[in-house]
């Protein structure tokens, strides 16, 4: 097996098309093997070079509710009362510690997430 790190954007390109060989590759066999090493090597190219942004809060929240088919009174146990829900979702009220607890607890939306930005307004 010849694996070497990737360095460059040519090293990435190859190691991509590398892997698009090898994707029928089984289990436990040492093609399977360099599958698994590549993947992960190019997992910490990307990491690294192309990161991903967390999602805005409002952003986040939106996507959760329409994932699951909720409503604004499903999330007044979380948020507040209707009116508070609908202020946060219309970007007039930042979340509070204790609605990002809940948020995170209750619809699994990650914390990271939903502190991103609001801590952010909060400073402007």
Known sequence: M???PIKTDTDYREALKEVES???AASNTPE???LDVLVTLIEAYERKHFPLDLPDPVEAIK???EQKGLTVKDLEPMIGKSNRVYEVLN???TLTLRMIQ???H???IPAESLINQSV???LV
């Open 120 to 122: 952010e307004t909060r």
């Open 102 to 104: 809940k948020l995170h």
């Open 106 to 108: 209750e619809l699994g």
């Open 22 to 24: 090898l994707m029928t």
């Open 32 to 34: 399977g093997e360099k």
């Open 63 to 65: 996507f959760e509710m």
């Open 91 to 93: 970007r007039k009220r």
């Open 2 to 4: 010849n694996i070497k």
